[in-house]
Structure formats: structure tokens, C-alpha cells
């Protein structure tokens, strides 16, 4: 199993434009979450979709942030404009989603991230 | 008050002692609760999962869970210099699919 695939790992780029960050999830995975780490906030979930439905983006920053999910293997994060306060690490992760809400021991698999420099 | 608390540490421990990790949580109602290591610059690794009170021991790992307190506790076991990392704690929000993580915890451990 190749695990959570994040492309790319490295990205820097100049306040105003437009990136884009892609996630591959492991396969037969059907929940999907998008998650910023920062020293100062540490991880912060910024969406996620069951079966490529978004369920939650009330993290979402503002509306320069956007994502998308079109198939089961694929998933982008937009930030249009950056700006130098969302230099950051992005984590993917996948998951099976749990069967009940009652509880369930399912954790995530992260992916190894990229790192943002907004400058 | 942040929904799940850690000491952001670092807790340093010599090697071959217990080291002792500790996070409380704010939402009672919730059920999962899992454990990530972290390296520098890599990223969180699942290491225990724990959903019922008491103990739940994995190899030198041990996760203790109290919901009555809302305390989850993680026990290293003659510590390694190769366990110095943060080590996040994560919480399943009632009725929700998302983890929320605490800040994390640095632990040192010294040859």
C-alpha cells in the first residue's frame, strides 16, 4: 500500500497567486480530511468528505481557500490569492469511516504533507 | 477553554524510565480517542487507539482513558532515545467524524 500521497512536498510562491495542492488517498478509504499545522495552532482541520461529499469546511479560513474532491482517488486544496499567513504545513489524511457514531477506533493516515512558504 | 489540552512539554525523562503523556478533553460526550507520534518534520503516526475506560496496553505503549475525569494518558515504557517526538493526542467529536488534536507534547528522552 503506497499510503496518502501528497503532491508537492515543497512549495514556494509569491503573495497574490494561486496554489494548488493535490492528495491521493489510500485506496478503499472513503473519508477524506484536509488539516493545516502551524507552530502556533497546531493542527486545524480545514474540511472533510464522506464518499467525495464535503461534510464539513467550517475550518476553511475564508473564502480564498477551496476544495474539491471529483473521484474517490483524488482531492485538491486551492488557496487563491496566498497570502504569507497561510504558510503552513497541509496534511491529507484518509480514513474508513466508522459504521456507527456510537465509537469506533478508526484512525487516520496521513500523508507526508507539503510545506507551504508564502513570501 | 480549548477542547483537547496537552503540556506542550518537553518532558524529559532518561532512558529506560516510564515517561508519562497527559491530555484532558472538553467534550464529554465523546468516545475515540487516539494517540499520534510525530517527528520532526514527518508526519503524525497512529500509535493507540482507546475507547473504553481503563487500560489498553500495546508493546511498551499503555493508554489509560477516564471519561468521568475526560483524561486520556499515554505510558511509554522504558523510553528510547528513538521515542523523543511530539507525541498529539486526538479526540472524535460526538456525532462527528473528525478528530480534533491538541497542541501536542515534546518528550526528550537522554541516553
Known amino acids: 500500500d503506497a499510503g496518502v500521497i501528497q503532491s508537492p512536498r515543497h512549495e514556494v510562491t509569491e503573495m497574490g497567486q494561486e496554489v494548488t495542492l493535490r492528495c491521493k488517498p489510500i485506496?478503499?478509504?472513503?473519508?477524506l480530511f484536509w488539516y493545516r499545522q502551524t507552530m502556533m495552532r497546531g493542527l486545524e482541520l480545514l474540511i472533510y468528505f464522506n464518499n467525495n461529499v464535503p461534510i464539513d469546511d467550517s475550518g476553511m479560513p475564508e473564502d480564498r481557500f477551496s476544495a474539491k474532491m471529483p473521484n474517490a482517488s483524488f482531492s485538491t486544496l486551492k488557496i487563491q490569492p496566498s497570502e504569507p499567513r497561510d504558510s503552513a504545513v497541509y496534511f491529507c489524511?484518509?480514513?474508513?469511516?466508522?459504521?456507527?457514531?456510537?465509537?469506533?477506533?478508526?484512525?487516520?493516515?496521513f500523508g507526508s504533507g507539503t510545506r507551504l512558504t508564502v513570501v | 477553554q480549548k477542547e483537547v489540552e496537552q503540556n506542550s512539554g518537553p518532558l524529559s525523562v532518561p532512558e529506560g524510565a516510564i515517561a508519562s503523556l497527559n491530555c484532558t478533553y472538553s467534550d464529554r460526550g465523546s468516545q475515540s480517542f487516539f494517540w499520534y507520534r510525530q517527528y520532526s518534520g514527518k508526519s503524525p503516526e497512529l500509535i493507540m487507539s482507546i475507547y473504553s475506560n481503563g487500560d489498553k496496553e500495546d508493546g511498551r505503549f499503555t493508554a489509560q482513558l477516564n471519561k468521568a475525569s475526560q483524561y486520556v494518558s499515554l505510558l511509554i515504557r522504558d523510553s528510547q532515545p528513538s521515542d523523543s517526538a511530539t507525541y498529539l493526542c486526538a479526540v472524535r467529536v460526538t456525532g462527528f467524524q473528525k478528530l480534533v488534536f491538541g497542541t501536542g507534547t515534546r518528550l526528550l528522552v537522554s541516553p
Open positions: 485506496s478503499g478509504h472513503n473519508s
Open positions: 489524511a484518509s480514513s474508513l469511516r466508522p459504521l456507527t457514531n456510537r465509537g469506533d477506533h478508526y484512525g487516520y493516515t
